[in-house]
């Protein structure tokens, strides 16, 4: 079966400063998202990703999907307090079945 | 922006006894869905709905678990018989049946669920 690997699986930055997390799939990958969640307001799309070597930017944060399809990263820029949260990446297995990585929780330090 | 309502937001409730989760998807949406997440592991997926039938379920969605849509606006997840295991936040998603969207679950804040 098909796992999600995250790194950190913690990190503490200085606001400003920018930061990438990564996601590993043990298989490739046949499309890739990326959700944040905060406590109490469930889990929020950031971003999809289809196709080897695609890259997405919303705001400061921008994710990519390597040319293999076997891993991906989110990069914040300039990190702010309101990035702190838990980030995690998803890969469909069809028929809106989504596996999660184990998140990688952030905090930004003002 | 549309979003995807959950009630409760938290119960507790006595091992053994009926709890039924609602959910109330974005109104375009056809397809729905329920994931869990046990506090400390990874968010997991439950069952998808679609056209009043379910069309995929986990190996963790057995016999006590059961989903329906009563009328039309309502997505609603029961556990018989609930198990000091089954303590969890309990998330539904919905998305679009085509377009850009089909892909992208929209999920709701959660239900946590505690049993005692």
């Known amino acids: 079966s098909q796992e999600l690997e995250q790194s950190p699986q913690s990190l503490i930055v200085q606001e400003g400063k920018n930061l990438t997390i990564n996601c590993t799939s043990s298989?490739?990958?046949?499309?890739l998202y990326w959700y944040k969640q905060k406590y109490g307001e469930g889990l929020i799309f950031l971003m999809m990703?289809?196709?080897?070597?695609e890259e997405k930017s919303h705001e400061k944060i921008t994710a990519k999907l390597d040319e293999k399809k076997q891993q991906s990263s989110l990069h914040i820029t300039a990190s702010q307090p309101s990035h702190a949260g838990i980030y995690l990446c998803?890969?469909?297995?069809?028929?809106?079945?989504?596996?999660f990585g184990q998140g990688t929780e952030l905090s930004v330090k003002p | 922006e549309p979003e995807v309502t959950q009630t409760p937001s938290h119960q507790v409730t006595q091992m053994g006894q009926e709890v039924i989760l609602r959910c109330v998807p974005i109104?375009?949406?056809?397809?729905f869905y329920w994931y869990r997440q046990i506090l400390g592991q990874k968010v997991e997926f439950l069952v998808s709905f679609y056209n009043n039938e379910i069309s995929e379920k986990s190996e963790i969605f057995d016999d006590q678990f059961s989903v329906e849509r009563p009328d039309g606006s309502n997505f609603t997840l029961k556990i018989r018989s609930t198990k000091l295991e089954d303590s969890a936040m309990y998330f539904c998603?919905?998305?679009?049946?085509?377009?850009?969207?089909?892909?992208?679950?929209?999920f709701g804040a959660g239900s946590r669920l505690t049993v005692l």
């Open positions: 998603a919905s998305s679009e049946a085509r377009g850009p969207g089909a892909n992208v679950l929209t």
């Open positions: 998803g890969a469909p297995l069809g028929g809106g079945k989504l596996i």
């Open positions: 990703l289809q196709k080897g070597g």
């Open positions: 109104s375009n949406h056809l397809y």
């Open positions: 298989k490739t990958l046949y499309g």
